[in-house]
């Protein structure tokens, strides 16, 4: 996934799934393209500092517990470092409010995600 237009396609992809888990208030499919040994960790959350859940068990737990709550834009380039795809970001409702998420890719699915909020 080298090209600029596969990633670009992959990260639009993504957020499209996360925004369409929201509306339905259901990640289970937004989850399936996780690897079951993927790492979700979540940087300068507000009022909580981070969070990490690894593994499946642990990343459905958290997304049932705390589902986010509002949809999310592309806010600026799309980058490609390695097997890594960067995509910053702005929350629907509070476009100010931005952050970045940092995606590695497997043949199998996302094996990491860390978003770090700015």
């Known amino acids: 996934m080298s090209e600029p237009?596969?990633?670009?396609?992959?990260?639009?992809?993504?957020?499209?799934?996360f925004n369409a888990a929201v509306m339905a208030g259901d990640f289970a499919a937004f989850l399936d393209g996780?690897?079951?040994d993927a790492v979700i960790r979540f940087e300068n959350v507000p009022g909580a500092g981070?969070?990490?859940y690894s593994g499946r068990p642990a990343y459905q737990a958290?997304?049932?517990?705390?589902?986010?709550?509002d949809q999310l834009e592309i806010a600026g380039t799309v980058e490609h470092?390695?097997?890594?795809?960067?995509?910053?970001?702005?929350?629907?409702?509070?476009?100010?409010?931005?952050?970045?998420?940092?995606?590695?890719r497997r043949d199998e699915g996302i094996s990491k995600l860390t978003v770090t909020f700015l």
């Open 50 to 52: 981070s969070l990490e």
């Open 62 to 69: 958290a997304y049932a517990e705390q589902p986010p709550d």
């Open 5 to 17: 237009a596969a990633v670009s396609d992959f990260a639009e992809q993504h957020v499209a799934a």
């Open 81 to 104: 470092q390695g097997s890594d795809v960067i995509i910053p970001f702005a929350w629907r409702r509070d476009p100010g409010s931005r952050g970045i998420m940092r995606l590695t």
């Open 34 to 36: 996780f690897t079951d």
